[in-house]
């Protein structure tokens, strides 16, 4: 739902629910959603975090599919986040690779000009 790294509206991403409450928690908004299963039980809960929204698009108690507009806003995606430290470590690996190659051509020349001592 939330696939874009940049976006101006962020969506829910729970299937089924509604939003339990919009509180202050160290002066920070949260938007809480939880999900509700078919028998009526409460299951997962998620926060939203309202740090750059301009506006709230939901209340309390309003049911939410996933998809539903929740805050309105510029928005940096946890898939941003994930693709940066994939690349991260993809940049470290490679990294490693290309010292462990130095280091063996580097042994590779040691071995070549050291002749063995003949008696």
């Known amino acids: 739902v939330n696939d874009k790294w940049f976006a101006d509206t962020l969506y829910c991403e729970i299937k089924d629910g509604f939003i339990k409450d919009i509180e202050t928690y160290q002066?920070?908004?949260?938007?809480?959603?939880?999900?509700t299963s078919?028998?009526?039980?409460?299951?997962?809960?998620k926060r939203y975090i309202a740090k750059n929204a301009d506006e709230i698009?939901?209340?309390?108690?309003?049911?939410?599919?996933?998809?539903?507009?929740?805050?309105?806003?510029?928005?940096?995606n946890d898939s941003f986040y994930v693709?940066?430290?994939r690349m991260f470590l993809v940049i470290i690996f490679l990294s490693g690779c290309f010292m462990v190659m130095l280091a063996v051509r580097k042994r590779k020349k040691i071995k070549t000009s050291v002749k063995p001592k003949t008696n």
């Not at 002066?27 to 999900?35: D, I, K, M, N, S």
């Not at 078919?38 to 809960?45: F, H, L, P, Q």
């Open 27 to 35: 002066g920070e908004l949260y938007v809480v959603a939880e999900t």
């Open 38 to 45: 078919a028998e009526g039980e409460y299951g997962y809960v």
């Open 57 to 76: 698009l939901v209340k309390t108690g309003d049911k939410i599919v996933e998809g539903t507009p929740i805050f309105k806003g510029k928005f940096i």
């Open 83 to 85: 693709a940066l430290a």
